[in-house]
């Protein structure tokens, strides 16, 4: 079992930064894949960014077109947590943002799938106000 908590959430202006957090229980840091969803009001879930936890490497790390040179996901080096640093953060950015766990590889080909990740956190909220 695989327990997340997120935190870090809030309330920045158009262009700003916001870095957010997760925290995972319940297991070691080696073969899972840990990403970011997000949900804006009214719309579906969809994907953010993906990590896989066994090397902490670009080449193991995807990224929605829609944030692409803006997030970073990276993982704790002594920590069980995967962080997701957002700048130049934009209104459309704005949602409830979900860590999400897949014991395993990353699944690289339709990463966003949300059916693949196994273990879901509460969610955080960002808000971007223009």
């Known amino acids: 079992q695989v327990h997340l908590v997120e935190s870090g959430g809030g309330s920045v202006q158009a262009g700003g930064s916001l870095s957010i957090s997760c925290v995972a229980s319940g297991y070691t840091l080696s073969n899972i894949c840990l990403g970011w969803f997000r949900r804006a009001p009214g719309k579906e879930r969809e994907g953010v960014a993906i990590?896989?936890?066994?090397?902490?490497?670009?080449?193991?790390?995807r990224y929605a077109e829609a944030v692409k040179g803006r997030f970073t996901i990276s993982q704790g080096n002594a920590t069980n947590a995967v962080y997701l640093q957002m700048n130049n953060l934009k209104p459309e950015d704005i949602g409830t943002y979900y860590c999400a766990a897949a014991p395993g590889l990353c699944r690289w080909v339709r990463w966003s799938d949300a059916a693949y990740y196994s273990y879901w956190g509460q969610g955080t909220q960002v808000t971007v106000s223009s």
């Open positions: 990590i896989y936890s066994g090397m902490n490497s670009e080449s193991n790390r």
